[in-house]
């Protein structure tokens, strides 16, 4: 289970030069805590003065990280929204296969929640009119 989320790539803030070091620090968190893990059971963890929720949805784990403002129960309300964004794009609980199939749909959803680093939609139902708008290329 070594699936990444489309922002697992996306580190807003970190310098280049770390980016390796949190890439290796998150899949070694998972691998030690997420085995049996249910779906959606969160996990909370700090590290470097920053907070990291984190689950596993079917075959793709999520992590969401934060500082300041965003502490565990502000990452706690964003988990939520991309896990259910997550089993909206897909129809339900994600595959490997599903979600890569559902990637695109996915990203832009995930966009729409956060963007550059900054929450912006938390609303479900406006995430969703929010991507219809979006041109179909983008898929």
Known sequence: MESWPYHSNSFHGVPAEERLHWRSFLVKLGAENLKGAKNEELFVASHKSVYIVYTVLGD???????????????????????????????????????????????????????????????????IRRLIRLKPPTEF
């Open 60 to 126: 793709v784990c999520i992590y969401v990280v934060g500082k300041d403002e965003y502490d565990e129960l502000a990452l706690s309300e964003v988990i939520f929204v991309i896990t259910s964004a997550v089993k909206d794009a897909c129809g339900k609980i994600p595959t490997e296969r599903l979600f890569l199939d559902k990637y695109g749909k996915i990203c832009l959803c995930l966009d729409e929640i956060v963007w550059k680093g900054m929450l912006e939609n938390t609303d479900k139902d406006r």
